[in-house]
């Protein structure tokens, strides 16, 4: 059986480095400056209530306020980008984030324009790196925020010592907020951990990819993140491979992940489980980012 990979666990170190580094932030700038985070939660979403709520915790433990700002379905895209305007222009808050998804549209709502709202984010409170400006950052190696879930994964992988440095790893998934990021963070010279959690050969596929399976089965290291249940099977996986799950679905009355668990961790030599693997990284990559924020905006 696969070594499991404890996220929860590696989650709980990264929450307790940024509270030290919440009160090292006080001493070095001389004065009582506690670092904001301001959420901003449209709608009834079940999974980003639970989220935003996971957060407002992690705040609280880390010594970080978390604001959470709740916005009914039916706000219109004028009403959002003018809160997202009044948090950029308050200096008492240091991260914001938009969660995602934004109602689509009918149920009394009109619907989101998603892009203009995250373009909208200053890219000095941007803690998602969602904004443009931070994207092209980390394109070009030399970023400001690490998106949350890639660096969570880059942390994972550091902190279990795993090495993909000359390795093959596949990521299946192409969004903006996982797959690309991911791809891009691995594929770089350096990182935030190092070398050795950098300078892989990455292929990014997909739903539409052709032998889809047969490219899986080719990765040192398989990082799935493609929001289809239980999609990667065991026999898509490469003895010895380490996967990393990234999905989160409910089926029934249970949450799983993009990999079949139970059979990928017959073949693999280390996986994720879900719940407990990459979620918990995600908040703390966030505090994380948060603190980051805090000291650039009073340098």
């Known amino acids: 059986m696969a070594e499991i990979l404890d996220g929860k666990r590696i989650a709980a170190e990264i929450r307790s480095e940024v509270a030290l580094d919440v009160e090292k932030l006080k ?8 670092p ?12 980003s209530q639970v989220y935003v709520r996971n957060k407002q915790r992690a705040c609280e433990k880390a010594g970080i306020e978390g604001r959470t700002h709740r916005l009914p379905a039916d706000t219109s895209q004028a009403q959002l980008l003018e809160l997202v305007e009044q948090l950029n222009k308050d200096d008492t808050v240091n991260g914001i984030l938009v969660q995602l998804p934004l109602p689509a549209a009918g149920n009394g709502g009109a619907g989101f324009d998603e892009r203009e709202v995250l ?16 994207v092209g950052l ?9 998106p949350c879930t890639p660096h969570g994964i880059v942390q994972l992988l550091h902190r279990c010592d795993i090495s993909v440095a000359g390795k093959h790893v596949v990521v299946v998934g192409r969004s903006d907020i996982v797959g690309k990021p991911m791809a891009m963070m691995l594929a770089q010279r350096d990182g ?36 289809v249940p239980e999609m990667i099977k ?19 009355d249970k949450l799983v992940g993009d990999v079949a668990f139970a059979e990928a961790a017959e073949v693999a030599s280390a996986i994720t489980p879900v719940p407990g693997g ?14 980051l924020a805090t000291r650039l905006q009073n340098a």
Not at 123 to 134: Q, Y
Not at 138 to 146: A, K, S
Not at 278 to 291: K, Y
């Open 27 to 34: 001493q070095d700038l001389g004065r009582d400056v506690v």
């Open 234 to 252: 065991g026999n898509m996986v490469k003895p010895g491979a380490v996967v990393i799950d990234v999905g989160i679905n409910r089926v029934g």
């Open 278 to 291: 990459v979620g918990p990284l995600t908040i703390a990559m966030l505090l994380h980012n948060t603190v």
């Open 119 to 134: 373009d909208a984010v200053d890219p000095l409170k941007d803690v998602d790196a969602f904004s443009p400006v931070n």
């Open 192 to 227: 935030s951990c190092g070398r050795e959690v950098a300078n892989a050969t990455v292929t990014i596929a997909h739903s539409r990819t052709a032998n889809l399976a047969e490219v899986c089965q080719s990765a040192d290291c398989l990082i799935a993140a493609v929001g």
């Open 138 to 146: 980390l394109m070009q190696g030399r970023p400001r925020f690490l």
């Open 36 to 47: 904001c985070l301001a959420a901003v939660l449209v709608g009834e979403d079940p999974a």
